[in-house]
């Protein structure tokens, strides 16, 4: 048994759909107190009144990670609203598809900036309220695609995701003897309302090319995601965590001959 959460702040960038919802969702049924936050409001009011429906508390800040002055009006809103940042989980990120040859740099710019630097950005506002309690857990959403795999199209998108942990390595060094530990989510394939517009064939390829035999759901990933958050996880820094039903381990396909 884990020590209750309940009543802890939390922020969730990019809890309007797909995994950060469910990240937020898992929080709220444990008690804490959710900062919903998306560019898009009605949305992100769609996902706070989920929370509250089930008995949970949550606010929303509608924001884009890749402007600071709105992630430190984020920051204020959950100090103004639960009183401090105990929790955050930079998740927002975007993934469009460009090979190269026709990827712009207005299309890297853009991929990095949101997944990159938004990262940076979430986490430099909120670190004053977590170094004044000498208390912290923040947790990057990356990706399998980057630090450990490759996929045409998303070059950007992998490089901005093995980024978020080069980031997270020293980030976790240097915020170490202030109480506050840094770690990343690496989902592989995760059922989300976006996977729908990619159409059965897709689904069913990379069903195929997992060892579960069956796509995430962000449930496991907020499970993860909750794990990082706990008080028994205060000595694990720096840490990546995959959440992929075995996908990044056959070595090659023979290995997922039945
Ligand atoms: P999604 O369903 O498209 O949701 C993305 C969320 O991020 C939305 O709430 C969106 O809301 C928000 N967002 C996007 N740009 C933003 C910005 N500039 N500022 C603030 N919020 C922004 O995506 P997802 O599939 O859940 O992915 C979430 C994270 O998981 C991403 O970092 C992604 O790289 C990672 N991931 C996903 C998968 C997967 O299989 N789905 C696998 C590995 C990793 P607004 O548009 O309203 O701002």
Redesign the pocket.
Known sequence: MFTSLKGRSVIV????????RGIARRFGAVGCRVLV????LP?AKAAANEIEAMGGSARTFA????RFDDMEAMAQTAIDAFGGIDILCA?????PSAKLGEMTERDFDMVLG??LK?TFLAVTACLPAMRAKRHGRIIL?S?I?GPVTGYPGWAHYGAS?AAQLGFMRTAAIELARQGITVNALL????V????AEAGEEYKNRMTASIPMRRLGSVEDVANAALFFATEEAGYITGQSLVIDGGQILPESLAALAD
């Not at 998740?91 to 993934?95: D, E, L, P, R, V």
């Not at 989300?192 to 996977?195: A, K, R, V, Y």
């Open positions: 960038t990019g809890a309007s759909k797909g995994i950060g936050v998306a560019r898009d949305a924001g884009d990670v890749t998740n927002a990120g975007i993934f949101t997944n938004g959403t990706s695609t995701k989902p592989g394939n995760i989300t309302e976006g996977l």
